[in-house]
Structures are given as C-alpha cells and as structure tokens.
C-alpha cells in the first residue's frame, strides 16, 4: 500500500476539500496522513494527522475572527477597504501583499518538511498548489509530490503573457478596460518570486533546477484541479496530466433544527465566504432584495457581521446566523447568492443550485464568468448592486430563467467528483513515480 502525505495550508476553504480528497485516496487503497496546521486536526476525519504550519497568515473558518499578528490582521483590513473601490484596486492589494508576504519562513517549511519526511518515510505527497513555500520545500529536496489547485484551472500558469492575479477572465458586469497596471503590478511579483525562489535553492538545494517562474512550479507529474473541465478554459499546462475533480465535496445531513427553520418556503441562501462576509454593506443589499420575493426564507452567513446585520433578523424570514451548514442546507436551496468562490461555486454545480454571482477579488472573476458561459448563475457588480437587482436576478433564478443546461451540468459534475479523482489520480502516480 502506497504512504501519501497530504499537505494542507491554514485556509479552511483550502483545507476542507485537501481533507475530502485525502479521504478519497484512502478510500483508493493508499495510507493517507493529513498534515496542517493543529486548527485543522478535526478535518482529518479519521486519517493520521500530524501537525505543519506553512505560512504564518491563517483562515480557520471566519477571518476576521482568527487570531493571528498584527501584520496579517492589517493586511486583511487593507484588502477589505480595497474591494470596495472595484477589482482592478482589490487585484492591486492582493497582489502587492503577495509579492511582500506568501514566502514567509521558507527555511523553516523546508526543515519541517525534511523532518516530517524522515520520519514518516511517504511514498509521494499531495500539496496545493497556492502553498508556495511547501512546495518549493518538496522541490529543493527532490521529493515526489502531486498538486492540488483549489481555486479557478488558470491558477495554473501557462504562458509567457500569463501573470498570476491578472484574471484571464472576466463575467460580462465586471469587465475593466484598462488592466496595463494590473499587468505590471502581476509582472513584478512574478518576477520577485521567481528571484526568491531562486536565491532559496542556490542556498538550499544548488542541485536542483530553478523554474523559469516560479508560478508555474507545479508538480511535474499530476495536478488535481478542484472544477469541471468547461470547453472553453484557457490554455493549461501541456504537463502534468491533470485531474478535474468536478467537485471536492462529501454527502452532509441536514439536523432537524435546522430543517425546522426552512418549512414551507422556497430558500435563499447568501454567503459571501469567510473572508468577504465583511462585507456587510453587500449582505444588507442581498438581504433586502431577496426579501423583495414574498415567499421565501432568507439565509444568512454572516460571519463577524451578525451584530451588524441584527435588525435584518426582525423579519421571521430572515435566518442569520454567524456560519451556517453550507453543504448540508444547498439540496434545500433553490438559488444561492455567493462571491464566486471556488468551493461554493462546485458545491452548488453538485447540487444544481442556480446562483447570482457576486465576484471581488482573486479568481472569482473568473468563476463567475464560468457561471455565466455555463448557464449556472447570473452575476452582478457588488459595488453597485442594489436591491432591485438581487430581487430581479433571483425572481429569474426562481423561475429557471438565465439557467439552461444546469441540470445536465449537475449529472456531469456528480460523475466526476474525489472518488473518480482519486482513483486517477493514484494511476498516475503509480506509473510516474514508479518509474523515477
């Protein structure tokens, strides 16, 4: 039986689907352990866990909520304000705080790193794709490993005109014009990481090859994509093989207390994520406007907001909580109002929810135009929605409008999903690792 390590950052939106599909591998014969930050351990389920912190920037379920330093509190408030002046300024902070931020303590990842393979003696690992500094760590010391990318298929970089945070696509309600300081902005922290993760293995591994960039050091031989493998995707990598999950995400029973809160209404649920549930301006928006439907129930992850958004919960409509059980509450739904991440976005093409996009920052430009093209969702600009908008938007949601072709795109994200992943996956691996 193959020994698989599987690393995960301290994001629970990465960490949640890595420990789903680390539990399809088992289920495919290999011995998994799930290495991540000590938050994570019950994501395990089951499977050896061992303690590894990656980066020092954390996300264990709200952001706002999560302890971390001062620094990295900043950094999230900085990003925050700059989604509300539009995504060409939400793309420039985050790419500005990546070029100053993702490699921090490369040297003590790969020590760890180092020492949890002599210990535990794997076969191969599985590290995503967005964890920089681990996977620089499994390169300089020339171990085997799989990439998992758990965000938008163009976070694999494949062409030289390519920049990671230079979205490659765009919906039809956010489309900028002028991105020439975007480009640049992307530009110099390629080049900046690149000339980091050179500088690292001249010191630490001056054996092993630099990559030419170091966006592209993705594994050699598999990355496992969370998403379905639309016609229309960019370009990607000509190697590795790739793996499209379609989704990474198990069966979750609904508690009668909750099902309870849902009798007799059709229901609206509106999540913005754990980071962007900050912003409760757009909450307060969504909200009203799906209250404008006379016979729904409106339910609300708020995150950090609840206080905020109170007197919404006056109307026995409105169910708001902090987190609410997202996977177990969308067979319950019938539209969905979400921020066009990557989770949410597969989560609800598995259960054949239509959702109203509404993008910020990151990849989620991308997803929402994939919600678009693919007849899932509609999307809108949330920094100048209003009610009237979410409530004409979900009334077509509701009605079936805007959404051809979503249950056949459903049946074919269910076929794909982490046990046919997983079972690839391990074929692939099989026959490139054994054969080093």
């Not at 909520?65 to 950094?75: E, F, I, K, L, P």
């Not at 980091?196 to 050091?217: C, G, M, S």
């Not at 209404?265 to 757009?282: M, N, P, Q, W, Y």
Request: charged share 20%.
């Amino acid at each position: 039986m193959p020994r698989a390590v599987v690393i995960s950052p301290p994001f629970r939106s990465h960490a949640q689907p890595l420990s789903v599909l680390a539990r399809s591998l088992c289920g495919a014969g290999v011995d998994v352990v799930f290495a991540s930050t000590p938050e994570f351990a019950d994501l395990a389920g089951g499977l050896d866990f061992v303690p590894l912190r990656t980066t020092r920037n954390a996300n264990t379920g709200i952001a706002q909520n999560t302890v971390q330093d001062s620094g990295s509190t900043r950094r999230l408030d900085e990003f925050l304000d700059s989604t509300r002046r539009g995504a060409v300024p939400a793309l420039l902070t985050q790419t500005a705080h990546r070029r100053a931020d993702v490699l921090a303590s490369p040297e003590e990842v790969l020590a760890d790193v180092a020492a949890l393979h002599e210990r535990l003696r794997p076969d191969w690992y599985l590290v995503d794709q967005l964890n920089y500094a681990a996977t620089l760590a499994l390169h300089a010391l020339g171990l085997p490993y799989a990439s998992f990318c758990p965000g938008h298929p163009t976070y694999l970089v494949a062409r030289d005109d390519q920049y990671f945070g230079l979205p490659q696509l765009w919906p039809s309600a956010v489309a900028p014009t002028d991105l020439a300081e975007l480009r640049e902005a992307t530009r110099l922290t390629d080049l900046r990481f690149t000339e980091l993760f050179a500088d690292f293995l001249r010191r630490h591994a001056p054996r092993r090859p630099v990559p030419r960039r170091a966006f592209a050091l993705t594994s050699p031989h598999a990355a496992v994509l969370n998403y379905p493998r639309f016609p229309w995707l960019p370009p990607l990598p000509e190697e590795p093989d790739l793996v499209f999950l379609g989704h990474c995400t198990e069966p979750a029973r609904l508690d009668e207390a909750w099902a309870a809160r849902l009798t007799g209404r059709r229901v609206v649920l509106i999540a913005l994520g754990t980071f962007l549930s900050a912003r409760d301006d757009v909450l307060r928006t969504a909200v009203t406007g799906a209250l404008g439907i006379p016979d729904v129930t409106v339910v609300v992850a708020a995150g950090a907001r609840v206080e905020a958004l109170a007197d919404l919960a006056a109307d026995p409509r409105v169910v708001l909580e902090a987190e609410v059980p997202q996977r177990a509450l969308l067979p319950h739904v019938h539209a969905l109002v979400h921020h066009g991440g990557n989770n949410t976005f597969t989560e609800a093409l598995e259960a054949g929810v239509p959702a109203l996009v509404l993008p910020f920052s990151s990849d989620q430009f991308c997803v929402a135009h994939d919600a678009e093209r693919s007849g899932a969702g509609v999307c809108l600009d949330p920094n100048a929605l209003t009610a009237s908008q979410v409530e004409t938007a979900l009334r077509g949601l509701l009605g079936g409008g805007g959404t051809p072709g979503l249950l056949a795109l459903r049946d074919e994200v269910r076929a794909a999903g982490p046990d046919r992943g997983a079972a690839a996956l391990v074929d692939v691996l099989d026959r490139k690792v054994a054969a080093r």
